[in-house]
């Protein structure tokens, strides 16, 4: 218990925290995935719902299989920032595209009734740019690795109970205030994610694992000392032996 209250498992725990709970269970796709046919009929999209289904699965399997390989080649954190700042432009269009749809006079909506379906087909291309993938790599690499089961079942609880609340509150929210402010709500919770990462997300990209848990360790007198008798005993170790 000593050991989960100390700051090396606090910052990562949270940071994760933030990344699954708000970026994933609150960011959009739970509706996407529950209640993706209640989202076509509400947003007004002018194809059977069924149809616009089949179509999001096989672009979001279709990308997947290209975009996987492609994420390992780049910064980890570079590619999770892009792809936040993708997935908030989208829902950022879509809650707009809602709340001023009305006051869109009828011979523009002709070419405007297709937003909706952009910005879906963007939130899933930004989901499948890392921001769905990365935060779990990001499980294995920072947390400390004597609490790493620990803090993944944690973890795992805790975004559970978010995906309950968030999949429980989207027909709450739609049939009260519309989805352009659940797709507002969305789009805040995404954004504050991406800021929280831009300041606390590490690069981690090359870097081992004993290396990463360095970053987070506490820097302790102990830690120190046996850091110096290490290399001190090393140093002896290199020295040649004295002839007799």
Same mark, same amino acid.
């Given at each position: 218990?000593?050991?989960?209250?100390?700051?090396?498992?606090l910052?990562?725990?949270?940071?994760?925290?933030?990344?699954?709970?708000l970026?994933?269970e609150?960011?959009?796709?739970?509706?996407?995935?529950?209640?993706?046919?209640?989202?076509?009929?509400e947003?007004?999209?002018?194809?059977?719902p069924?149809l616009?289904?089949?179509?999001?699965?096989?672009?979001?399997?279709?990308l997947v299989?290209f975009?996987?390989p492609?994420?390992?080649?780049?910064?980890?954190?570079r590619?999770?920032?892009?792809?936040?700042?993708?997935?908030?432009?989208?829902?950022?269009?879509?809650?707009?595209?809602?709340?001023?749809?009305?006051?869109i006079?009828?011979?523009i909506? *002709?070419?405007?009734?297709?937003?909706? /379906? $952009?910005? =879906?087909?963007?939130?899933?291309?930004? #989901? @499948?740019?890392?921001?769905?993938?990365?935060g779990?790599?990001?499980l294995?690499?920072?947390m400390?690795?004597? *609490?790493?089961?620990?803090?993944?079942? /944690? $973890?795992g =609880?805790?975004?559970?109970?978010?995906? #309950? @609340?968030?999949?429980?509150?989207?027909?709450?929210i739609?049939?009260?205030?519309?989805p352009?402010?659940?797709?507002?709500?969305?789009?805040?919770?995404?954004?504050?994610? =991406?800021?929280?990462a831009?300041?606390f997300?590490?690069?981690?990209k090359?870097?081992?694992?004993?290396?990463i848990?360095?970053?987070?360790?506490?820097k302790?007198?102990?830690?120190?000392?046996e850091?110096?008798?290490?290399?001190?005993?090393?140093?002896?170790e290199?020295?040649?032996?004295?002839?007799?």
């Amino acid at each position: 218990a000593r050991r989960m209250a100390s700051s090396s498992f606090l910052k990562p725990f949270f940071l994760l925290l933030i990344m699954m709970c708000l970026g994933l269970e609150w960011g959009g796709f739970p509706a996407l995935s529950y209640y993706l046919h209640t989202v076509i009929e509400e947003v007004e999209i002018p194809l059977d719902p069924y149809l616009v289904a089949i179509f999001l699965s096989a672009y979001r399997a279709i990308l997947v299989l290209f975009l996987s390989p492609v994420i390992n080649k780049y910064p980890r954190r570079r590619m999770y920032l892009s792809s936040g700042v993708v997935v908030a432009m989208a829902l950022l269009l879509q809650s707009s595209y809602n709340f001023l749809a009305h006051y869109i006079p009828q011979t523009i909506q *002709l070419y405007t009734r297709w937003t909706p /379906l $952009l910005a =879906i087909v963007m939130q899933y291309t930004g #989901f @499948s740019m890392g921001w769905g993938v990365l935060g779990y790599n990001l499980l294995g690499e920072i947390m400390p690795s004597d *609490l790493r089961s620990q803090g993944s079942a /944690l $973890l795992g =609880i805790i975004q559970n109970l978010a995906l #309950f @609340s968030s999949v429980k509150m989207i027909p709450v929210i739609i049939s009260s205030f519309g989805p352009g402010f659940l797709f507002g709500v969305y789009c805040c919770s995404i954004t504050f994610v =991406i800021a929280t990462a831009a300041f606390f997300m590490p690069e981690t990209k090359g870097m081992s694992l004993e290396d990463i848990e360095d970053m987070y360790a506490e820097k302790s007198s102990e830690l120190k000392e046996e850091k110096n008798d290490s290399k001190k005993f090393e140093i002896i170790e290199k020295k040649p032996k004295e002839s007799i």
